[in-house]
Structures are given as structure tokens and as C-alpha cells.
């Protein structure tokens, strides 16, 4: 698939909004409960809270960069019954509205139980959010490398991990040590390390495979019934292969679904994401200190892995209309 | 109702009749607008079909045969492309044609990314997704005569290797036709239940093959019959 920058950058920017909103919403829920101390001052909530909503807004807008028709954007608030994309966009604004009402609560200091509403609420629609974005792919059958559950967890995992390290990164700029956040993220970090693992070793398999022959209907050899004077054998081995394309240039198909990447490239790109979205982060978290020079290059290498990662995402998967441009297997 | 097309692969030569017949037809059609071309006559010309001949090679010589595969849309009953739509842009008729809302699509490409079979492609001048109309154009207008309104795809077709009609028939000659030849639907196991089938090509008739001359044979041979062996050889070219 063609990867779209707009749509790696609203993936990625939002992915880690959410997160924030999650993870600030949740820790709140958490000290109000009692379990745990506010690991984030409440002078710094409303702060926080808006990077977050910022993060999230920035990717929103980006979205709408790959419209063809942008005029028509309203409307795909309307099909929620159905569609994942539309779900996404109306709980993309729910979130929006009860963010802000939550960074306002915090602001105006609000009575706890309205906070407590408006706590709940955020972290629901952030969650929400975050699976429908992810649901979008995974619901796609023609794609085997997106219709599994491992790509919204991927997504939910991602999310949270880059979340908490921005509000790592916040508690650490105003000199605070953010213990509990550092041990979250971190643990989100790994876990979502060890989800792509298993996304890319799933992949890897033959796992939902389609081939050319099964495309075109010939997977049983051209004919029904076995040809006088031919072996079963040399039926049996009726491998298909693309002859003529039927057209001299390129179509919106072959530019959409045929992107093919060199083995050297999507290795480097895979070493961005590494090193980007989880070695710098990690180090930053066991060894950095709270100075916010060192925040900002971690979330940033965070930023430029995750879009790496959502670069793979798209460059690895392989829409059946490649087999009927000639490709052997899905 | 549940109208849809039967192509015969046995028959269909690959002439791409079907594709400009319906490259004609619909790029002046009001359903879906223009079909818009880019650089039709420059270096690199591409442009909006709705529908597409491959062409494709099955098997190993001599057991080998070339298949010529046209596709369009396969007018889905469960169409993805429809489920997906966050406009409501894409939608399905009573007939079971599969339409696009030119006034109401915001061109995301999520249809185009459901579809398994690349039916859909987006015209990058209006910013809106196309496909095949199943002519609805034709087959709903009265003031053509009965026997043309069927798809321009089908009229056009100069091997009768394509045939609309009604699948809810089993009396209708598409239905008929899948039933007495095995119409098959493509990427079934996609779970998509494309209304469109393809029949597959007939075996061909056994022939007895003669056993190629040895070499020795070949070397005895006269000047003269070698000479004839080659003038029929050039003039078979």
C-alpha cells in the first residue's frame, strides 16, 4: 500500500495524544480512588491535558489531508452504523469536547465529582478513539497483514507507550522525577516492542496466504475434468503468472496497491523505528534526568520512529488486486 | 432482483471491446461524470476505467493455456466497499447495483481499499471514487430499444463472452449459464458473495499427438524433402 505522510502523521501525532488523555485521565481516576498520589502536580493538569489535546488536534486536521474531495469531510460523521471511519471521526469529537472540558475542570477546579464524570468520560473516548483508528485497517479482508487483532493492539499499545513517555517528558521539563509515569511508559514501551515482534513473525507466516491461481480461479488447474492422454501430475502443476497487465502506463491501482519496497530500504527503515520509537525513549527514561533538553529529543525520536513504524505498516501490506497484477502471493 | 454480469473465459479473446466500449459510454455518462484521463496524450497517459482486461498464463507447455480475464465491478451482495463508506456515498440499489454518490464523496480510498478485485478507481480530477454503473444508464432507460439495455460492455463484446441478467432467476440465461458451466465467484473465500461469475475455459477436445521423428530419421532424409521440410517451415511462419 501506498504510504500516505498525512495519514502516518495523524496515526502517530493522535496515537500519542490519545495516549496522554488516557494515561492522564486513568492516574487521575487512580489518586481519586485513593490508590495512588498524583504522580502530575494539578497546576501542571490543564498543561498537560492541552499538549495532549494539541498532539491529538494536529493529527485530526492532518487527516483531512488526503481527501481528494475535502468538501465532503462533513459527511463522514453520518455511516457509524457501519463503518469504523465514520465511528472514528464522531468519537474523535466527543473526545475532543470532553478533553477540553476535563483541562478546563482542572483549570477552574471543579468540583471532584464533575472531574471524576469528565475523567471517565476522556478516557473512554481516547480508548474508543484509539480502536477505531486501528479498526480501520484491521477490518480491511483483502489486506492479511491488517486483518488481525494484532493491529489494534499494536495501535493501542503504540499509543500509550508514546503517550506516556510525552507525559514523562512534561513531568521531567518543570524538574519533577516522575517515577510511576517513567515505570509505565517503560513497561508500555516493552510490551509494545514485543507486539510488533509478534505482528512482524505473524506476517511472516503463511498465515491467510492467497495466491495467483486462487485469484484467478485456476488454483485446481484451467479445466474441471482430467485431459485424455495427460498425467494428473502435470495438471497438478498449473502455476499462474501475470502475461499483460492490459495497459501501457500506470493506473490509480498499480500507484495505490503495488508500492513495492527493496529489502535494504525497508531495513533501514526498520532501524529508525527501533532505535526511535524504543532505544533512545527507554534510555532516556532509565538514564535521562529531569532537564527539558532531554525531553524534547526523546519524544521527538519518538515521533520519527512511530512514523517509521507506520511507514512499515503500509509498505508491508499486500492487497489481493497485487495478484492480479501478476504477484504469486499475497 | 440481482443483476450481474457472466463472463465466459473460454471464450473471451481479449480484444479490450468490452473496456473502450465502456470507457465510450460512460465517460459521457451523467451517473458518474466524466471519466477523467491525465496526460492522455503525453509520455505517460493513465486515466479511469471501470473495467480492465489482464491477461494471464496458466501451466507449463504443452499444458498450458492463456487466459483472458476481464474485470469489473463484481456488484457484491455483501459489498465491503458500501460497509465502509463513512459518506454514505457508496450504496447498493434494490437491483443489487452497486453505486457511487458523485455529490456526496469526500475521496478517502477506504472503498477502494475493501474492494479485494481493484474495482474501484478514484478520478484524481473531481476528487471522487468511480466504478462500474452496471450501465444503469442503458438498462433503465425506456427510450432505448428493449434489446439494448444491457450494459455496453455486453453489446460490445464480439465472442458473446459476457451476459447481464437476473441471478434471483434460475430461468434467466445467466443463471442457466453459471448453473451448466460451473460459473464460479472470485476470492470466495473472501466471504464477499460477488454476484458476477466467471465460467471456466471447456477442456479442449483430445487430440492424439504424433510421436516427434527420431534424429536419425531426420538426418536420413533427401536433399530434396529437406528442402520442402524448410520452404513449408518458412511459408507456416
Request: net charge positive; glycine share 8%.
Amino acid at each position: 500500500m501506498k504510504p500516505a505522510f498525512s495519514v502516518l502523521f495523524f496515526t502517530v501525532l493522535s496515537g500519542a495524544g490519545l495516549g496522554a488523555l488516557a494515561l492522564l485521565s486513568a492516574l487521575d481516576l487512580f489518586a481519586m480512588s485513593g490508590a495512588l498520589r498524583m504522580p502530575i502536580p494539578p497546576p501542571l493538569m490543564p498543561i498537560a491535558l492541552a499538549i495532549a489535546l494539541a498532539f491529538v488536534l494536529t493529527g485530526l486536521s492532518s487527516s483531512t489531508l488526503h481527501l481528494a474531495n475535502p468538501k465532503n469531510g462533513w459527511r463522514s460523521a453520518t455511516r457509524w452504523r457501519t463503518s469504523w471511519l465514520s465511528r472514528e471521526a464522531l468519537i474523535a469529537i466527543v473526545l475532543v469536547l470532553m478533553a477540553s472540558c476535563y483541562g478546563l475542570a482542572w483549570w477552574l477546579i471543579a468540583a471532584p465529582t464533575l472531574r471524576l464524570l469528565l475523567a471517565l468520560c476522556t478516557l473512554l473516548a481516547a480508548w474508543g478513539t484509539l480502536h477505531c483508528t486501528a479498526m480501520i485497517y484491521a477490518s480491511l479482508k483483502p489486506i492479511r497483514q491488517w486483518h488481525t487483532w494484532r493491529v489494534p493492539l499494536s495501535y493501542f499499545l503504540l499509543g500509550h507507550a508514546s503517550g506516556a513517555l510525552l507525559v514523562a517528558g512534561i513531568a521531567r521539563s518543570v524538574g519533577l522525577s516522575g517515577d510511576a509515569v517513567i515505570a509505565i511508559a517503560s513497561a508500555f514501551l516493552i510490551a509494545a516492542a514485543a507486539a510488533k515482534i509478534e505482528y512482524w513473525r505473524y506476517i511472516a507466516s503463511e498465515a491467510g496466504v492467497i495466491t495467483i491461481e486462487r485469484a484467478i480461479g485456476v488454483a485446481h488447474g484451467v479445466h474441471g475434468a482430467p485431459v485424455p492422454g495427460r498425467s494428473a501430475a502435470s495438471r497438478s502443476v498449473m502455476a499462474a503468472r501475470l502475461f499483460d497487465s492490459g495497459h501501457a502506463r500506470g493506473t490509480f491501482l498499480m500507484r495505490e496497491f503495488l508500492v513495492t519496497v527493496t529489502a535494504r530500504r525497508r531495513r533501514g527503515v526498520q532501524w529508525v523505528m527501533w532505535i526511535g520509537a524504543f532505544v533512545l525513549p527507554l534510555a532516556w527514561l532509565t538514564f535521562g534526568s529531569p532537564h527539558w533538553p532531554g525531553a524534547l529529543l526523546a519524544v521527538s525520536a519518538s515521533i520519527i520512529g512511530l512514523l517509521a513504524e507506520r511507514w512499515l505498516f503500509f509498505a508491508d501490506a499486500r492487497h489481493t488486486v497485487r495478484l492480479f497484477h501478476g504477484d504469486p502471493r499475497t | 432482483m440481482k443483476l450481474g454480469l457472466v463472463i465466459d473465459l473460454d471464450t473471451c479473446v481479449g480484444c479490450h471491446a468490452c473496456a473502450t466500449a465502456c470507457k465510450e459510454w460512460n465517460g459521457s455518462s451523467a451517473i458518474s461524470g466524466p471519466l477523467s484521463d491525465y496526460d492522455p496524450y503525453g509520455a505517460e497517459p493513465s486515466g479511469v476505467w471501470f473495467n480492465r482486461v489482464r491477461h494471464y498464463e496458466v501451466g507449463q507447455y504443452p499444458d498450458s493455456k492463456t487466459i483472458n480475464f476481464p474485470m469489473s465491478c463484481l456488484h457484491c451482495e455483501d459489498a465491503a466497499c458500501v460497509t465502509v463508506c463513512p459518506t454514505g456515498a457508496s450504496y447498493k440499489r434494490a437491483d443489487g447495483i452497486v453505486l457511487v454518490d458523485q455529490d456526496k464523496c469526500m475521496g478517502c480510498n477506504l472503498c477502494a481499499w475493501a474492494c479485494p478485485y481493484g474495482a474501484r478507481e478514484l478520478d484524481e480530477e473531481s476528487g471522487c471514487m468511480k466504478k462500474c454503473t452496471l450501465c444503469v444508464d442503458r438498462i433503465d432507460n425506456i427510450t432505448l430499444p428493449e434489446a439494448e439495455r444491457q450494459p455496453a460492455c455486453v453489446l460490445a463484446c464480439p465472442t458473446h463472452a459476457r451476459h447481464f441478467g437476473d441471478f434471483d432467476d434460475p430461468q434467466s440465461n445467466v443463471s442457466k449459464l453459471t448453473a451448466e458451466r460451473g460459473g464460479f465467484k472470485l476470492l470466495d473465500e473472501l466471504g464477499y458473495a460477488p454476484v458476477n461469475r466467471y465460467l471456466p475455459p471447456r477442456a479442449p477436445p483430445a487430440v492424439a499427438t504424433a510421436a516427434p521423428a527420431s534424429e536419425s530419421a531426420v538426418r536420413g532424409e533427401g536433399a530434396l524433402s529437406r528442402l520442402v521440410r524448410l520452404a513449408r517451415q518458412t511459408l507456416a511462419r
